[in-house]
């Protein structure tokens, strides 16, 4: 049981070229999460799935796309990465229950830096 | 604006010693809230979670309380060890889909022998 990893671990890109971060989870979670670290800050949601199929906005969309074609997996894209992309990205994921709480099982990051 | 705010920054103790790491909230609707360990290069682990119904909870050295009414919670560890040595996160969820997470900054902890 490997939980939630993350691909690559490391990437560096040059302004405006693109590429795709791989999230898989062997956990049967329906629900998926990309967020992004920076210095100073609290992680920030990027995009969300809450099952196979779809997706929605979380607090800072712009400039990422994302896609959920399959239940285990969540796929981060950037068309054209800029500077202000360069972050520590991290995949999550949790079961939907009817609870008062959803457990979030975070992957180990991808540290991204475009130059 | 939903915020969370933690102190210190950053803390130093020595191995053995007991440390108490603070957070506050301004967050509307509160559903519940989370202690997380970052250890550096890692991805953050789940320590405990709370609903405002819950004032205090327990996992192994590390007892987290809460106080719904004054929008404050504390994180406690009990004899520290050197692998407690990490970043600790308060996050406070706005829904019990857990959608909706506003992370606070962290608090960096070292223990040193």
């Known amino acids: 049981n490997a939980g939630v990893t993350q691909t690559p671990k490391f990437r560096v890109l040059k302004t405006g070229q693109s590429m795709t971060l791989l999230c898989a989870q062997d956990?049967?979670?329906?629900?998926m999460y990309w967020y992004r670290q920076d210095p100073g800050m609290g992680l920030r949601l990027i995009h969300y799935s809450v099952g196979e199929g779809t997706t929605a906005k979380g607090e800072v969309p712009d400039g990422y796309n994302v896609s959920r074609l399959k239940k285990q997996n969540f796929l981060l894209g950037l068309e054209s990465a800029a500077p202000s992309q360069t972050s520590v990205y991290f995949c999550?994921?949790?079961?939907?229950?009817?609870?008062?709480?959803?457990?979030?099982?975070f992957g180990p990051g991808t540290r991204l830096t475009v130059l | 604006k939903n915020q969370v705010e933690q102190s210190p920054q950053s803390l130093i103790i020595l191995e053995g010693k007991n440390c108490t790491l603070q957070c506050n909230y301004t967050v509307s609707p509160f559903s519940n809230l989370r202690w997380y360990k970052q250890d550096t290069g890692r991805g953050p682990v789940s320590l405990t979670i709370?609903?405002?119904?819950?004032n205090t909870k327990s996992n192994g050295r590390y007892t987290a309380t809460l106080d719904a009414d004054t929008k404050q919670s504390s994180l406690h560890i009990t004899a520290s060890q050197l692998s407690d040595s990490a970043s600790y996160i308060c996050v406070v969820s706005l829904d019990q889909a857990g959608t909706a997470l506003i992370f606070g900054k962290g608090t960096t902890l070292s223990v040193s022998s």
């Open positions: 956990m049967n979670h329906e629900y």
């Open positions: 999550a994921s949790s079961f939907e229950r009817e609870v008062s709480y959803n457990e979030q099982f």
């Open positions: 709370m609903t405002f119904s819950e």
